[in-house]
């Protein structure tokens, strides 16, 4: 058991996330103890999207080259449509998530976000869901897409929408406290 109060989560994300997608989970986790980094490409600012406008700035704390995959204990991926279509070309965005994936990490996706998890290539046989626009993506990577707020598969945690984010980070902070427990590497 690990208590949430001595783990550390990394959200990574870039302009275009969905507000809400990312700044609940930074509360929330933060609410709950745990010491929570946003890693963005440039390590500065980046800029939210709030439905159908342009909304905060959220402020990074490191860059995405920077991470060190070891020192965090799960990683949150925050969706809206141009955030990970966004990260999905940048190979510094997906060697982090594949590091997180190959070292057992907890792995979070919400809405959009399971589109990194298709270019890392760590989405074929497990169980996931996802924003409605991209089941197909997800089902022709080889996933089996649910539709459910909250699917989990071999350490990663997808939810659908922000309508989902109470369980999505209920499920997150469930997982960090199991602590390390055996998960391969897809």
Known sequence: MTAITESK???????????????????KLR?????????????????????D???????????????NVEDYDAIVLPGGQINPDLLRVEDDAINVIKGFVSHGKIVAAICHAPWLLIEAGVVEGREMTSFKSIRTDLKNAGATV???????????????????LDAFVAKIIEEVKEGDHARKAA
């Open 31 to 51: 609410a709950a103890g745990a010491t929570v980094h946003v890693a963005t490409l440039d390590g500065d600012k980046i800029k939210g999207w709030d439905q």
């Open 53 to 67: 406008h342009w909304s905060i700035d959220v402020p990074g704390d490191l860059k995405i080259a920077d991470v």
């Open 146 to 164: 649910v539709d459910k707020e909250v699917a989990i598969s071999n350490g990663i945690i997808t939810s659908r929408n922000p309508d989902d």
């Open 9 to 27: 989560i990394l959200i990574m994300a870039t302009d275009g996330f969905e507000e809400v997608e990312l700044t609940t989970p930074l509360e």
